[in-house]
């Protein structure tokens, strides 16, 4: 009766937890496909996708956009902080901070630098987790160099580049309580792979990046273990059609995942549709690959892995001595943006990018990348410009 139903809602209302919350929408990204639907949430876990208008709400956002929080696997920093600066204030603030963009998990990402400042840099990652943080969570370590191959550098300090090894990397993975995730090194020049088939069996993800690795080297980096690339077409050998390079590689080993940076810069909208069609909508990883400049005024310069960089109006960060890219201040609801509207990706390719294949790289997607029942409350509310309207961090309001 109407009666029992007020009283049921009643009920429910009265009994409502802070751990308890309801939001719904006309569009609700569950299954790869928007449908009109609620998420019920419990302790910071989706409990129940239900119809829309099945049970009184916290939150109607009407025809907004519901999608899986944003994933953003490598970025150094933003707010005037980067990771190699080991200052706990510096992390936590980027965490507390970065759910404005839609982002809900994080691994924050290193620079190529001596051992004592890499240790010092991955030794405050481990403390804040330890100890406790407000925002996004830190899924990891992306342990970027030092392992690299000069030619590719970037912006990464040669001085600093040194050959791999398993004892180095097992002091680095100590000094990180093991939360070094991912590494991105030259493969080329771990002879034998012998490092690579290490790494692989322990779990750690190994991404060749800022390589001269012929295409046929990376087919043996893969076969004997590397499972990503980083920033394809940035660092890394160039296509050409008698030797495809790196770049050959990425576009045409179709399940080995592959980062790439979407701000239109590092990358044009042409090539970027040119990857995302060449890797279909579950191999792809957008990262911004931003740096310490990322939210400060035009102009800014800063010192970058002891390079000079100056951030210009287009957001692209350059080094001050050769004009070369250094890196983005590139947010991951803006680079979605950019592949959908700009270089035409259809938006389930564009989306699993930032959400589920991160998390399936990471092999987390039991807990992240999707709306469904069982899995973290990592939720974006997008508006149709695509800036975020609320992010919710395991349920609880981060922005």
């Avoid at 009265?14 to 302790?43: H, P, T, Y």
């Avoid at 042409?270 to 035009?298: E, F, Q």
């Avoid at 509207?341 to 999707?370: H, M, W, Y």
Wanted: with cysteine; proline share 3%.
């Amino acid at each position: 009766s109407i009666s029992q139903k007020i009283i049921l809602e009643y009920n429910i209302l009265i009994n409502r937890r802070s751990d308890f919350m309801i939001i719904q929408s006309k569009r609700v990204w569950v299954l790869g496909q928007f449908l009109e639907a609620q998420l019920e949430i419990e302790n910071g876990t989706i409990v129940n996708v239900l119809a829309y208008g099945a049970k009184p709400v916290d939150e109607d956002y009407g025809d907004k956009r519901i999608v899986p929080g944003f994933i953003d696997i490598h970025t150094h920093g933003a707010y005037g902080w980067d990771t190699n600066d080991a200052t706990e204030d510096g992390l936590r603030n980027w965490m507390k901070h970065i759910p404005e963009e839609g982002v809900t998990a994080i691994c924050p990402t290193t620079i190529t630098q001596t051992e004592e400042v890499l240790t010092k840099a991955v030794e405050n990652v481990a403390k804040v987790v330890r100890e406790g943080y407000e925002g996004a969570e830190i899924l990891g370590i992306h342990f970027e160099g030092p392992y690299l191959d000069m030619k590719y550098k970037g912006a990464q300090p040669e001085q600093c580049i040194v050959k791999g090894t398993i004892e180095q990397f097992e002091r680095f993975q100590k000094a990180a309580d093991g939360l070094i995730k991912i590494i991105t090194m030259a493969t080329e020049q771990d002879d034998d792979f012998v490092l690579t088939k290490y790494l692989a069996d322990k779990g750690v993800v190994v991404s060749i990046g800022h390589s001269a690795a012929t295409y046929e080297q990376a087919s043996m980096a893969v076969a004997n273990g590397a499972k990503s690339m980083t920033h394809v077409f940035n660092g890394m050998t160039a296509f050409h059609h008698r030797d495809p390079g790196l770049v050959g590689a990425a576009m045409r080993f179709r399940d080995t995942y592959g980062e790439v940076i979407c701000d239109g810069n590092h990358s044009t909208p042409a090539a970027l549709n040119d990857y995302y069609t060449a890797k279909g909508r579950d191999y792809a990883i957008m990262i911004t690959d931003a740096l310490m400049v990322k939210g400060l005024p035009t102009g800014t310069k800063v010192l970058f892995g002891g390079n000079e960089i100056e951030l210009y109006p287009d957001g692209s960060a350059h080094l001050t001595s050769t004009k070369g890219l250094a890196g983005s201040t590139l947010k991951v609801n803006e680079g979605l943006k950019v592949l959908v509207e700009k270089a035409l990706v259809p938006f389930d390719a564009a989306l699993n990018s930032c959400t589920l294949n991160p998390a399936r790289l990471l092999q987390i997607d039991d807990r992240k990348g999707k709306l469904v029942t069982g899995h973290d409350a990592d939720i974006v509310v997008l508006n149709d410009d695509y800036s975020v309207e609320m992010t919710y961090v395991k349920g609880q309001k981060a922005f």
